[in-house]
């Protein structure tokens, strides 16, 4: 790119890892003269743009700051007592500035490589504790994407699980007085399952006529009223029908538990447990239930397992329900969950303790029942007759209360003859007397507070909680900042990220997370918006969205676009609804075949199954590319019932497929759409895109190509961008003014879903501009193919196009090692000891390392990457020359921990130093793994989900 002498260093050039004169030496060691020659060679000519894409012209980091602070002053951050899911919380600096700031935590990813994720997985076990304490049931997963996700997630949970006498019951009730939002994502979720969604008053069943699967109750409700459902429950439990409650944590810390009323799921969000509300998301949903469910809860769960010295040591439990092994048959499509935002949830409980929660929990309860108590001695009513923190006051007038509120730069919710407020954690009498002025004005009455000595409570003795919660010494020890700022910084160490060296999974693209887009996120005027604010007070977020939206539209040739799903799974799933919902619009209801092709993540048939399609598997070839004949034949046979192919581009197996358009022309021609998977976008975007291609519609992973990081599992984003004829079908939501025509119901609970991190997203566009992200493009799929060219000598490489040639990531054959007894597995873990985390590990092909650069790694570091496995099949090799035995070698017995290096006795038939510094660039840098290498059958064999006491670990 040409730079003018008195412009500031281009963002792009802090991106993209590889300067001129190094992608120079790609080049030659590849074999081809330039960089336009090897993309002539990767990518179709019939599918690439014709003109650069219309985007603004990049701007430098300081100067996107200084504007985007300018767009951010359009929000206007105002004391938001809306509730309804959202409040205000208070994020400890020390979490603030060592979590949610820290790249070290934000950069890692899902810990399927467990012996280097060994700190997040403790964390989230906390999670797990944390809400299996306060909830009282005996099972907690490590987070689902928000409440109203986990709420349909139960409701399908106890769908799947009817027993045998229940078949013929699709009948699941929601009490009216769920949060709107909820109900709202219900109503998406259960229509395509066949499930007949009964909404009204719990109180009004009648039992001895009705029969339903489950229901579910909010606690305490939309109106703040706190209800014992101990009865309820039991006249359900008399007919079969199981319970779930959709509980607020903070109350738990007061009020008796969902299990000690006899339900069998409970859920909820943990955003009040110092996790900002950023206008909707991300935060950490929750879903806890009975043991007897551990087999189809959905979502990740952590588990304690031992590792090869039998000491303890963390994993993901149960995979193999999953949706990446399971498929169509997965209890959930979830990938992404919202791990680094359970992290903070679970480190906001160790920093307060049981004591430090309850102490929150009856400052804001005493702060309600002074309010309410001072309203209703000026003569203003309340419908609800308990409460934890949330009042609902008749009221003749709420323009009155609104105009009076907002001059304080107050928000409440407004009903058409009563308004509610939800006192929390921020609230400070200050914050009293101005919410009494506000009604004094409105009613013109004279209202005065009177703090007592003691905080307040009203809750009904039988209400309130008596077990005992968070016991355990993690949750008692660390109170002070020092000792909070060590124990996280002891977990940071045990787990290997983008901080440390190159992350090259295949399909999950690890680039670089910048700083300068990350910074905006924890700023007030995104950070505490919420989602359900006037849009007056939004303006900031709007503007962003809107030009966000149309960047991305111009980016994939598409039309319109929705921001609302909150995950790459959960757009799929959109995806999939809207053209459901376009079908039936047309009279073709009855198209409900999704042909997927055999390569496709497991999310695909997973989202498909949700969205009340068949699944039929298409074959692919020994290219690895879809078997057009096979495809026509079972487009043709389903021609009557085809709704939709789902595909990859470029495939998952690494290639952009020659025969592209045609395998799309092909849907379209019996009648159906093409979803793209945008899995792949980083080797599209500028380059060719999705409308080119013959697609209508497709998600993109804002965490992988568009910047938003990882997280360690969560947080993530999944918009989905239509065609004209589908942008009618779009998403709708009960909580925004904006609507579709003929949308479809909500997807997310907030209408922009997880909107606080889109600012990410927008700062690369914005900083890259159209050049800076092709050019991105370009070098993510020249340092894809340098790899392949240092590799292939000592590696098969699986799928390549006519040309030789790989996207931006390929497929390394490993099965062949398997007659000297190495497993991929053992690669994956020898990489450890060379300070790597594995490639993706037997996906799309079982015996295959996926391997994905990205762009914004330097040579240096593919060299040092490629070195590791070159010096590791050097390694087999010496076990295939007979020099070390079959089973006792540096890759059988990888990863190799410090312990294990120090011991007194070596009884292993090679060296130390072998083992820790196979390399030289290992004495200047060394990453040491925590644990040895994870028994997983032992874990999932003796299922523990829950922190473990400190005599566990005394005792090894």
């Known amino acids: 790119m040409k730079q003018d002498w008195y412009r500031p260093v281009p963002f792009v050039e802090r991106h993209i890892g590889s300067d001129a004169a190094e992608q120079k030496e790609m080049l030659r060691t590849i074999g081809v003269e330039s960089i336009e020659e090897l993309i002539a060679q990767t990518i179709p000519a019939s599918i690439r743009l014709q003109q650069p894409m219309a985007l603004p012209d990049a701007v430098d980091e300081r100067h996107f700051l200084e504007e985007f602070?300018?767009?951010?002053?359009?929000?206007?951050?105002?004391?938001?007592?809306?509730?309804?899911?959202?409040?205000?919380?208070?994020?400890?600096?020390?979490?603030?500035?060592?979590?949610?700031?820290?790249?070290?935590?934000?950069?890692?990813?899902?810990?399927?490589?467990?012996?280097?994720?060994?700190?997040?997985?403790?964390?989230?076990?906390?999670?797990?504790?944390?809400?299996?304490?306060?909830?009282?049931m005996e099972l907690a997963n490590a987070s689902l994407l928000d409440e109203a996700t986990a709420a349909a997630e139960a409701m399908n949970m106890l769908y799947q699980t009817r027993p045998k006498e229940q078949e013929d019951c699709h009948r699941f009730f929601v009490s009216k007085y769920c949060f709107p939002q909820t109900i709202d994502v219900l109503l998406t979720r259960a229509e395509p399952l066949g499930i007949e969604l009964v909404v009204g008053d719990e109180n009004s069943i009648n039992w001895e006529q009705e029969s339903f699967f489950g229901v579910l109750v909010q606690y305490p409700n939309v109106e703040g009223e706190v209800i014992d459902y101990t009865a309820l429950f039991e006249k359900a439990h008399a007919r079969g029908t199981r319970c779930v409650v959709a509980a607020d944590l903070l109350s738990l810390c007061l009020?008796?538990?969902?299990?000690?009323?006899?339900?069998e799921v409970a859920v909820g969000s943990t955003q009040r447990f110092g996790v900002p509300m950023g206008f909707g998301g991300p935060h950490a949903a929750y879903f806890a239930t009975k043991e007897e469910y551990k087999r189809h809860i959905p979502g990740r769960i952590i588990g304690v397992s031992k590792d090869a010295e039998g000491k303890p040591a963390l994993r993901m439990a149960l995979q193999t329900r999953e949706q990446h092994i399971r498929r169509e048959r997965a209890t959930s499509n979830i990938c992404t969950s919202q791990v680094l935002l359970a992290v903070m949830?679970?480190?906001?409980?160790?920093?307060?303790?049981?004591?430090?929660?309850?102490?929150?929990?009856?400052?804001?309860?005493?702060?309600?029942?002074?309010?309410?108590?001072?309203?209703?001695?000026?003569?203003?009513?309340?419908?609800?007759?308990?409460?934890?923190?949330?009042?609902?006051?008749?009221?003749?007038?709420?323009?009155?209360?609104?105009?009076?509120?907002?001059?304080?730069?107050?928000?409440?919710?407004?009903?058409?003859?009563?308004?509610?407020?939800?006192?929390?954690?921020?609230?400070?009498?200050?914050?009293?007397?101005?919410?009494?002025?506000?009604?004094?004005?409105?009613?013109?009455a004279s209202l005065a507070l009177s703090l007592p000595d003691t905080p307040p409570c009203t809750v009904p003795p039988a209400l309130l909680r008596s077990v005992d919660y968070l016991q355990h010494p993690v949750f008692n020890t660390h109170h002070t900042e020092h000792e909070m700022l060590r124990y996280i910084r002891s977990l940071e160490e045990k787990d290997l990220s983008l901080v440390h060296s190159m992350i090259s999974l295949g399909s999950c693209t690890m680039k670089l997370n910048a700083t300068t887009e990350m910074l905006p996120v924890t700023w007030a005027e995104w950070a505490n918006i919420h989602p359900f604010a006037p849009s007056a007070q939004t303006e900031g977020y709007r503007l962003m969205i809107e030009r966000l939206s149309q960047w991305l539209c111009t980016i994939t040739g598409f039309d319109a676009i929705s921001m609302q799903p909150n995950s790459g799974a959960q757009g799929e799933y959109t995806g999939l609804m809207v053209i459901r919902a376009?079908?039936?619009?047309?009279?073709?209801?009855?198209?409900?075949?999704?042909?997927?092709?055999a390569s496709a993540h497991g999310t695909n048939p997973a989202s498909a199954v949700m969205a009340g399609m068949k699944v039929v598997v298409v074959k692919t070839d020994e290219r690895g590319n879809i078997d057009i004949e096979d495809l026509k034949a079972?487009?043709?046979?389903?021609?009557?019932?085809?709704?939709?192919?789902?595909?990859?581009?470029?495939?998952?197996?690494?290639?952009?497929?020659?025969?592209?358009?045609?395998?799309?022309?092909?849907?379209?021609?019996?009648?159906?759409?093409?979803?793209?998977?945008?899995?792949?976008?980083?080797?599209?975007?500028g380059l060719t895109n999705p409308a080119i291609i013959g697609a209508d519609v497709c998600h993109l992973n804002l965490h992988k190509t568009f910047c938003i990081p990882h997280g360690g599992g969560g947080p993530g984003m999944g918009p989905i961008a239509v065609k004209k004829h589908l942008a009618p079908f779009l998403p709708n939501h009960v909580m925004s003014g904006e609507k579709h025509a003929q949308g479809i119901h909500a997807v997310a609970a907030a209408p922009f879903g997880s909107a606080s991190i889109l600012p990410i997203s927008y700062a690369y566009i914005a900083m890259m501009g159209a050049e800076g992200l092709t050019e991105a493009t370009k070098a993510a799929i020249l340092h894809a193919n340098y790899i392949k060219a240092r590799l292939e000598k000592a590696y098969p490489i699986l799928y390549t196009n006519e040309k030789g040639r790989v996207a931006h990531e390929m497929i390394i054959d490993c099965r062949a090692f398997k007659k000297v007894g190495i497993e991929v597995e053992d690669i994956a873990k020898r990489l450890m000891d060379y300070g790597f985390h594995a490639p993706t590990v037997s996906f799309p092909v079982p015996g295959t390392l996926m391997i994905e650069p990205t762009e914004s790694e330097s040579k240096a570091e593919l060299d040092r990457f490629c070195d590791a496995l070159l010096a590791i099949r050097e390694e087999i090799a010496e076990i295939e020359r007979g020099e070390y035995p079959k089973d006792n070698n540096v890759l059988t017995n990888a990863p190799h921990t410090a312990a294990m290096l120090t011991a007194a006795e070596w009884n292993y038939p090679y060296s130390r130093e072998k083992a820790a510094y196979p390399l030289p660039y290992l004495y200047q840098r060394k990453f040491w793994v925590p644990v040895r290498r994870v028994d997983n059958a032992y874990g999932d064999r003796n299922l523990v989900c829950s922190c473990l006491p400190v005599s566990a670990y005394e005792a090894v």
Not at 255 to 263: D, Y
Not at 384 to 406: G, H, M, Q, S, W
Not at 634 to 661: R, W
Request: aromatic residues 10%; hydrophobic residues 40%; glycine residues 8%.
């Open 69 to 136: 602070k300018a767009l951010a002053q359009k929000n206007k951050v105002y004391r938001s007592y809306i509730g309804m899911g959202y409040y205000g919380t208070v994020t400890p600096s020390v979490i603030l500035r060592n979590i949610l700031e820290n790249p070290a935590w934000y950069t890692a990813y899902t810990p399927y490589q467990a012996e280097i994720a060994q700190g997040r997985l403790e964390a989230l076990l906390n999670f797990q504790t944390m809400i299996a304490d306060l909830t009282g």
């Open 255 to 263: 009020l008796k538990s969902p299990a000690a009323m006899g339900a």
């Open 345 to 444: 949830a679970s480190m906001y409980a160790v920093y307060h303790g049981p004591q430090g929660l309850r102490r929150i929990a009856e400052r804001v309860h005493g702060m309600t029942a002074l309010l309410a108590d001072t309203l209703q001695k000026a003569g203003f009513s309340l419908r609800n007759k308990t409460y934890f923190d949330t009042l609902t006051i008749a009221c003749n007038n709420p323009d009155a209360v609104r105009a009076a509120a907002e001059k304080r730069q107050i928000n409440l919710y407004y009903g058409e003859d009563y308004v509610r407020l939800s006192i929390d954690e921020t609230v400070r009498p200050q914050d009293l007397e101005d919410l009494l002025a506000v009604f004094a004005e409105a009613g013109a």
């Open 582 to 597: 376009y079908l039936k619009s047309k009279g073709e209801g009855h198209r409900h075949v999704a042909l997927i092709p």
């Open 634 to 685: 079972k487009a043709q046979q389903h021609a009557n019932d085809l709704a939709c192919l789902m595909i990859t581009y470029p495939s998952t197996h690494g290639v952009f497929e020659e025969s592209v358009q045609e395998i799309c022309d092909i849907i379209h021609q019996y009648g159906g759409q093409v979803y793209m998977d945008g899995a792949n976008m980083n080797a599209q975007v």
